[in-house]
């Protein structure tokens, strides 16, 4: 069984900026002192829910997924905008992307095509707060080899260390029944 993880994640300090404006019984998972998640139903696995946008004008929010066998990315969203974003897809990785469109229909061709159209920049993660040694990091990350590989998961599992959100693992909106830990507004 494959890990399929997604959700939102802000720091802990825009809590409070935050959690006043989330519909009633949205559930929140405090990750660790730094960072807290909180799911919706319309979270997908790589599709944020399209309340982002709006939320993101209270503070800056983190949109992770990870596809564990499938790909794994995440989105920045700030002011209503999605400031930078990243999928990696592993299937496209073993492909000539051409040959694979040529096989989908019209409807999954457009999300290749949005796979095509990423933004990763490093420097947004300076709106959670993260040292510039953190982003240097993260920057080299991004440039290096994002691929599922002969360690598998290295390049995920890295980006959570960097972010020091290692505990955002095997949840996600449909897996938070029965879980304690799970605390909702």
Not at 111 to 132: C, H, R, T, V
């Amino acid at each position: 069984m494959s890990e399929f993880t997604y959700g939102n994640i802000i720091r802990s300090v825009d809590k409070t900026k935050l959690l006043e404006i989330l519909p009633t019984g949205t559930p929140t998972l405090k990750l660790n002192e730094d960072w807290i998640a909180f799911f919706t139903s319309e979270d997908g696995e790589f599709v944020a829910s399209k309340q982002l946008k709006a939320l993101s004008e209270n503070c800056p929010i983190l949109y992770f997924t990870n596809l564990e066998d499938h790909g794994w990315g995440f989105e920045i969203f700030h002011r209503g905008e999605v400031v930078s974003n990243l999928e990696v897809l592993y299937e496209l990785m073993d492909e000539e992307f051409d040959e694979i469109m040529d096989e989908y229909d019209e409807v999954e061709a457009s999300i290749l095509e949005g796979y095509m159209n990423q933004n990763p920049d490093a420097e947004a993660f300076k709106l959670f707060g993260l040292s510039d040694e953190q982003i240097k990091c993260i920057e080299e990350l991004l440039a290096g080899n994002l691929a599922f590989g002969e360690e598998e998961f290295v390049a995920v599992e890295r980006f959570k260390e960097l972010l020091g959100i290692e505990e955002m693992s095997w949840i996600r909106h449909e897996r938070i029944d029965g879980r304690s830990e799970i605390e909702y507004v």
